[in-house]
């Protein structure tokens, strides 16, 4: 069975600082996705970032960069020049590449930016 | 706000209570998915719905009743629940392309609490 650990339950970062978040996985499959979720406190959860295991390239948007490992089965989250409004619940989240949906989150990390 | 919209945004119910949730995607996708948000636990994904028809039932008790008569909304019947149903029920849709599922995107959430 796949499963998805983060392994920071809370992080905190100063404002315009850089931050990684941590996220391993384990999986018997070689296609499949990858995902970053963030869920701000009391809001929508929506997607950061989303990685296709099948590309070597990591991906990229704005601020979010992944560092994606296959062979190590890592996909760490890099935030560029945090923002206060950065504030949230980080979900790592993985999804083989013929399942119907199911989507396995981790814990989460609580991540603060302080000003 | 994503464009999927989700009523109640709280409830409070009694154990021998009968309620139902209300999930709309505004987004033109086909398939559709609940999930249980509870504290220190990863989201556990309960339902799925694809084409309205269900693909996938996560050993859910039975006192959850998933309906999806359209492709646009997805239901959540509840009766006589425990206080450990008490958790944020979330809603998410995505695209089903070919034999795979693409990004789900995620409602606002109930909050259930169960007395």
């Known amino acids: 069975a796949q499963t998805v650990t983060q392994s920071q339950p809370e992080m905190s970062v100063q404002e315009a600082e850089t931050v990684t978040l941590s996220c391993t996985y384990d999986t018997s499959e070689s296609n499949y996705y990858l995902f970053w979720y963030k869920q701000p406190p009391s809001r929508q959860m929506i997607l950061v970032i989303r990685q296709e295991a099948y590309k070597q390239q990591n991906a990229t948007e704005n601020r979010f960069s992944v560092n994606f490992q296959k062979a190590a089965k890592s996909f760490s989250l890099k935030i560029s020049d945090s923002q206060l409004g950065d504030t949230a619940m980080y979900f790592c989240?993985?999804?083989?590449?013929?399942?119907?949906?199911?989507?396995?989150f981790g814990k989460g990390t609580k991540l603060s930016v302080k000003p | 706000e994503t464009g999927v919209t989700q009523t109640p945004r709280h409830l409070v119910m009694g154990m021998t209570n009968k309620k139902s949730l209300k999930c709309e995607q505004h987004?033109?996708?086909?398939?559709m998915y609940w999930y249980k948000q509870s504290a220190k636990k990863p989201l556990e994904l309960m339902f799925v719905?694809?084409?309205?028809?269900?693909?996938e039932n996560n050993s859910v008790p039975s006192r959850f009743s998933p309906e999806c008569p359209n492709s646009s909304h997805l239901f959540l019947h509840l009766h006589t629940l425990q206080p450990e149903d008490s958790a944020l029920y979330l809603c998410?849709?995505?695209?089903?392309?070919?034999?795979?599922?693409?990004?789900?995107?995620f409602g606002p959430g109930t909050r259930l609490t169960v007395l």
């Open positions: 998410a849709s995505s695209q089903v392309i070919g034999l795979r599922t693409d990004t789900q995107y």
């Open positions: 989240a993985f999804m083989g590449r013929r399942s119907q949906g199911n989507l396995i």
């Open positions: 987004l033109g996708h086909n398939a």
């Open positions: 719905y694809n084409f309205k028809e269900q693909t």
